[in-house]
């Protein structure tokens, strides 16, 4: 189970950080990550740690989100910084699938979390 929390609204510049809270799995091993969608836009990857520990950015969120784990409290977080408008969408947690099985609707996912960003 997924719990995401932390999202909210901003100004554009502003900084949020997204928690994600896992439960009832092996954390350390799990393929992890963070996926957005905007109304009226396609479902779009963000951020994921693989289970080998590399990262991957989309383009846009490149020098300005940060992704990490902690392993002993379970929990995935995302560090948002210099918030653009571009950013709003509702924010999902995904967990044991990679970045591209994720997009194909695999792993699980939590309920999602909505960040906004005024201009």
């Known amino acids: 189970q997924l719990n995401e929390s932390g999202g909210g609204s901003v100004q554009a510049g502003g900084s949020l950080r997204l928690s994600c809270a896992l439960s009832?799995?092996?954390?350390?091993?799990?393929?992890m990550g963070w996926f957005r969608q905007a109304p009226g836009k396609e479902r779009e990857a963000v951020a994921h740690i693989n289970s080998d520990g590399t990262i991957i950015y989309e383009d846009s969120v490149k020098d300005r989100f940060t992704i990490s784990k902690d392993n002993a409290k379970k929990i995935l977080y995302l560090q948002m910084n210099s918030l653009k408008p571009e950013d709003t969408a509702m924010y999902y947690c995904?967990?044991?699938?990679?970045?591209?099985?994720?997009?194909?609707?695999?792993?699980?996912w939590g309920q999602g979390t909505q960040v906004t960003v005024s201009s």
């Open positions: 995904v967990a044991g699938c990679t970045r591209r099985t994720c997009g194909n609707g695999f792993g699980a």
């Open positions: 009832g799995s092996t954390f350390s091993t799990y393929s």
